[in-house]
């Protein structure tokens, strides 16, 4: 079946209304890009769609299809009613909330701003502490001690923390305890660290977004930065470190490392920030490191 077809872009035909309509999908792409942090060329890579078209989208100028902006829309992580609905961002709810708005008193819409504006309280709960999140190989250890020296932060290992409580090295505890033990060790050693520091840089095991409830507590009380590369950068910065483990004896191993990536991008992607380290060099993702924690306003 053909899914390419138009969007209706005026029900009554006019061709006023249809400038309006793609105006209104573009200037909601474009916002959505930029709250993403994506440039377009970024956002062409993600979404399959060309600069090109991109461009002309953004400016008001594309008749997109429903299967191209269904393919945006999952780039930018949003619904596609997000982009084609008449009452904006919102939806329903959006509608209600400004109609509710124009209906209040002075002094009840000074107070409804007053309290959109207030400090989100989940930011207090995570103080000046970051958390590293990606696959092995991404540079959360390297990245992570060169940030801290740099900004006189503590650094530790999550890792490393649960070795010293359980006494015995992560691969042994697993063995020993599966993993439903290790896990209720990581929870508790996020809760414990949380607890006694207000800032350091944390780096994560890669593992730690397959558990919901433990990625909760990690993004409510830690500023989660997630760095990212391609699958042939993580592998090869793993052998470079000298473990040869993930291509010994498998010659599937980079598919392997691949589907893993393709598993959990959508659940890294829950970090409020993102870091591409991909083709970088490492003073160049230290640079964009400290550039990304410096903008979160409170390291440094």
Do not use: C
Not at 7 to 31: E, Y
Not at 75 to 91: I, M, N, S, T
Not at 165 to 184: D, F, K, T
Not at 258 to 266: C, F, G, Q, T, V
Request: avoid cysteine; glycine fraction near 10%; aromatic fraction near 4%.
């Amino acid at each position: 079946m053909n899914t390419n077809v138009h969007i209706p872009v005026a029900v009554d035909g006019d061709s006023r209304g249809a400038q309006a309509f793609l105006a209104r999908v573009g200037d909601r792409v474009r916002a959505a890009r930029t709250a993403r942090g994506l440039s377009r060329k970024a956002l062409s890579e993600r979404s399959d769609v060309s600069q090109r078209y991109l461009a002309q989208l953004e400016a008001g100028d594309g008749n997109i299809s429903i299967a191209l902006l269904r393919r945006v829309a999952e780039a930018l992580d949003q619904p596609v009613e997000w982009f084609v609905g008449e009452h904006g961002p919102g939806g329903v709810e959006f509608a209600e909330l400004a109609a509710l708005y124009a209906r209040s008193s002075p002094g009840r819409r000074a107070e409804a701003l007053a309290a959109l504006r207030a400090p989100d309280p989940r930011a207090d709960a995570r103080g000046g502490r970051i958390a590293l999140i990606g696959l092995r190989g991404a540079g959360k250890s390297t990245l992570g001690r060169m940030v801290a020296a740099r900004l006189g932060l503590p650094f530790q290992e999550l890792n490393a923390r649960i070795e010293d409580a359980s006494g015995m090295p992560v691969n042994e505890l697993i063995a020993l305890y599966g993993q439903e033990g290790y896990r209720r060790l990581e929870r508790q050693a996020l809760d414990e660290i949380a607890d006694e520091q207000d800032r350091l840089v944390l780096a994560v095991a890669g593992g730690i977004v397959s558990e919901t409830d433990t990625f909760d507590l990690l993004l409510s009380r830690y500023h989660t930065i997630w760095l990212k590369a391609e699958p042939e950068e993580h592998m090869a910065r793993v052998r470079a470190q000298g473990d040869l483990r993930p291509m010994a004896g498998n010659p599937a191993a980079m598919d392997e490392l691949k589907s893993i990536l393709r598993s959990r991008e959508a659940l890294y992607a829950r970090a409020p920030v993102h870091l591409d380290t991909a083709g970088r060099t490492l003073d160049r993702s230290l640079e964009d490191l400290a550039a990304a924690i410096s903008r979160l306003g409170f390291a440094g």
